[in-house]
């Protein structure tokens, strides 16, 4: 059994890992029937080692069996108590000394940015937070059936953003240890370098820490 696996994967796929993504499309894709007819209409498909699971509801793999957990841009999108709930899960799928990385947008870094282009005198300064930075803010809301059918069931919003010590605080609540600033492909576990991408560590933040 593979003891690695990464969650919300999108379409990052090395065989090293178990890959789990919880779109809607890869849901519909591996539904048989459903999922020949929207071949003629998917630009992209998923590739057929990217399994459908949810960290907040549970990945299909057994408690105290994974040596390393990773995951890239996955939280900020989401919410308070699913966050809870997904680090929780994180935590319980490792075995002890078990590794688990994460990347996500830093909080802390779009402030100072935002303050910056302030005081230069950026007028626009407000709408890049909102919108480059951040990505919380909503250029309108969604119309028609399908476009709320999306908003409601998609999850690309980002719901909750983060800088380091609040992410840290959360991670010791649900028992990790070690837990430190981390940068790309410096994991003490060297596996992770069949996962990382140096580009998604650009003005983010990440973090390594160890149950």
């Excluded at 459903?34 to 793999?61: A, C, E, H, R």
């Excluded at 950026?122 to 937070?129: K, P, S, V």
């Excluded at 605080?169 to 990382?196: C, P, T, W």
């Amino acid at each position: 059994m593979n003891k690695y696996c990464q969650y919300g994967c999108g379409f990052s796929n090395p065989n090293e890992f178990l890959n789990f993504d919880a779109s809607p499309t890869l849901k519909m894709q591996k539904i048989p029937l459903i999922g020949q007819l929207l071949k003629g209409f998917m630009s992209t498909k998923f590739p057929l080692n990217i399994k459908v699971g949810d960290i907040v509801k549970g990945l299909p793999v057994p408690n105290n069996s994974m040596k390393g957990v990773y995951c890239s841009h996955v939280l900020e999108h989401l919410a308070l108590e699913d966050l809870r709930i997904a680090l929780k899960n994180s935590y319980d799928i490792l075995e002890k000394d078990g590794v688990f990385r994460c990347v996500l947008p830093d909080l802390q870094w779009c402030c100072n940015e935002y303050l910056k282009q302030k005081n230069l005198g950026n007028i626009d300064a407000a709408f890049l937070f909102m919108d480059e930075y951040t990505m919380l803010g909503k250029h309108h809301r969604p119309k028609g059936i399908m476009n709320r059918i999306k908003a409601l069931y998609g999850n690309s919003a980002h719901l909750w953003m983060w800088d380091y010590e609040s992410l840290k605080l959360e991670l010791e609540k649900v028992g990790f240890k070690k837990i430190r600033r981390a940068q790309f492909n410096d994991s003490i576990d060297s596996h992770f370098k069949f996962v990382e991408e140096e580009g998604r560590f650009h003005n983010c933040l990440a973090i390594e820490c160890q149950k």
